[in-house]
């Protein structure tokens, strides 16, 4: 059958002009699931773009890229085996009907076999739907045993029908797509497809932004072991979360930190204001403790930066420090806090297992001139004398 056709067209035509006529009928099938499907008309193109935009990203040979593509173009096409109720239902699938859409790698398989031409790119078409992790179908493939056109695709298409417009949702933002793509990196996509494909969108989209969603991905990972250490009392904040957090606070002082040289100015000034408050000798002297920690470490590591400090409506003493430099690394947080046996009075350095100990919440940002770390100090006693405040 398939000599036969290949025979047919090619009488007098070259290989090119034959190839040309294959991919013209299998077009015409794409079209047709297209004219079935019109949420997924112009779905198939996109991720053919996004797919070659991956595999150059790879640097892959442009033959390799060109077969991508193609297999992209392609990769829907056993849709055209999946009855309409099913491929056009706008609510939820019953199991039987998952089963159903789940054969379409498999048909394409079915219907492209027949075409010699197609045979390098079928495991990209039929593999598609597998996870890197193993979970996915038809046939649970594993990381790597997964071909490497099938994992470009499984990328491109995530994308693509995370942020298209369905009858039943519209599409989300791009970077709400690309904050879910690193985040199944590794499991349901490869890492370094994810990791292609989000260099390129930062570049294009958002360059300002570059390497963002690596810093998400370490914070998520660092959120969730400092919340079991630390009870929940650390929280890891994005640059623009900044101005949420600073929009309840009130009665601030603001003072410049400098070389050392305003350090026991600001430390009397502190601890002044700290007397006005009305609050009792051991509060004072540990909140001035963890005043100079802060202050210190920031010395330490930044030459300069500003000190703020007051109460926000739940009565709470907030510290913020604002250093212009590498005051805090974000990476050496876990060990710090792993720290044991820290003595205020021999160390300088961040004290971090002090100021925890005594505060209710410590929150911290990354900024682009450098750290911002606010620390809320719990004030019962002001609370339990009310009217003298
Ligand atoms: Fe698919």
Known sequence: MEVKFLTQIGTGSSATQVREVLLAAVKAI??????????????????????????????????????????????DI????????????????????????????LIAGRILESFGEFRDILPAITQHHEHWDGSGYP?????????????????????????????????????????????????QWDPRV????????????????????????IQTIYQNFLKDTTGGKVLLLDEKEIEQFLKPLQC??????????HLSWSRQLFSDWLGELGLDQVYQQTYQLVFSELVSNMLKHAEKGTIQWGRNSAGEI???ANDQGQGFVLEKLPQSIMVSGFSTKKSLGWGLPF??????????????????????????????????I
């Open 30 to 75: 794409v079209q047709a699931v297209g004219e079935r499907d019109r949420y997924t008309r112009h779905h198939s193109q996109n991720v053919a773009e996004y797919a070659k935009i991956i595999a150059r990203e790879l640097d892959l040979p442009s033959e390799q890229v060109e077969s991508i593509y193609l297999a992209a173009l392609f990769h």
């Open 252 to 261: 601030f002082a603001e003072l410049p930190i400098e070389n050392g040289l």
């Open 78 to 105: 056993g849709k055209i085996g999946v009855p309409d109720q099913v491929l056009n239902k706008p609510s939820k699938l019953e199991e039987n009907e998952l089963l159903l859409i789940r054969e379409h790698p």
């Open 194 to 217: 994810v990791n292609a494909f989000i260099n390129w969108w930062e570049k294009t989209y958002n360059p300002r932004g570059r390497h963002d969603w690596q810093m998400k991905h």
């Open 139 to 187: 046939f649970g493939l594993i990381g790597e045993a997964i071909d490497l056109g099938a994992r470009i695709i499984a990328v491109a298409d995530a994308f693509d029908a995370m942020t298209s417009d369905r009858i039943y949702r519209p599409g989300m933002p791009q970077a709400q797509a690309i904050d879910i793509l690193s985040k199944g990196a590794g499991q």
């Open 355 to 388: 100021i925890l100990e005594h505060c209710r919440q410590l929150v911290i940002a990354k900024t682009e001139s450098g750290t911002f770390i606010a620390i809320k100090l719990g004030c019962e006693q002001i609370e339990d004398m009310g009217q003298t």
């Open 318 to 320: 907030v510290l913020i």
